[in-house]
């Protein structure tokens, strides 16, 4: 089935640095999201791309869906501790049906 | 404002007990899903469900069975619960549709403790 290779796989990095994370696939989807997931919760959605070529921001987040359709990255910029987290990337192939997550990227962050 | 809810955060029980874990989306949703999270495990699909009364197995069916008598309503049961379910279980809803809102969404999830 599909797979995506999300990584790095953990982050130690220095609050206000910046943080890049990918995801590739060996298939193509024709949507991307990016989540965060607090310890104990849920992953909340932080933003979703539809189209090819497509960089959108959230705040200090960015995350751009590759133009090959197999892959997406997300950027924060000037970490601070709240960020600290696991980040999970996920590609649909479809309008409907199930999603094929990475295995998430935990972030760390030292004040 | 999206939101899915899940019947508890945290849940003791014993070996061979049922077991029941409630989802309830208000979004409408055709699809819902049930997943468990384990360290350096990631997120692993039990069961998800595309309509009601429809439902297919995921990845680790195994030991679980899942119900959908209504849209909003997804329930995932343990016939009889072993120590290895013990596990974040993660719930979510999805539409059909390409906005913001059809997008993927999760409960908060649930803790269970089997002893």
């Known amino acids: 089935g599909q797979q995506l290779n999300q990584s790095p796989q953990s982050m130690f990095i220095q609050e206000g640095e910046d943080v890049s994370m990918n995801c590739t696939s060996s298939?193509?989807?024709?949507?991307w999201l990016w989540y965060k997931q607090d310890p104990g919760e849920g992953p909340v959605l932080l933003i979703a791309?539809?189209?090819?070529?497509e960089l959108t921001s959230n705040g200090r987040l960015t995350a751009q869906f590759g133009i090959t359709r197999k892959d997406s990255f997300l950027n924060i910029s000037a970490s601070i501790p709240s960020d600290v987290g696991i980040y999970f990337c996920?590609?649909?192939?479809?309008?409907?049906?199930?999603?094929?997550f990475g295995d998430g990227t935990t972030l760390t962050v030292k004040p | 404002d999206v939101k899915v809810t899940q019947s508890s955060r945290y849940l003791v029980k014993r070996t061979g007990e049922k077991v029941f874990l409630e989802c309830v989306q208000d979004m409408d949703h055709e699809n819902m899903f049930w997943y468990r999270q384990d360290p350096g495990l990631g997120l692993r699909l039990i069961y998800f469900s595309y309509d009601v009364k429809m439902k297919e197995k995921g990845d680790i069916p195994e030991g679980y069975s899942v119900s959908r008598e209504k849209k909003e309503r997804f329930s995932l049961i343990l016939e009889s619960a072993s120590t290895n379910q013990t596990s974040m279980y993660l719930c979510?809803?999805?539409?059909?549709?390409?906005?913001?809102?059809?997008?993927?969404?999760f409960g908060p999830g649930t803790r269970l403790t089997v002893l």
């Open positions: 996920a590609g649909q192939l479809t309008n409907a049906g199930k999603s094929t």
């Open positions: 979510a809803s999805r539409g059909t549709g390409l906005s913001i809102t059809d997008t993927q969404y």
């Open positions: 791309l539809y189209k090819a070529g």
């Open positions: 298939s193509i989807f024709n949507t």
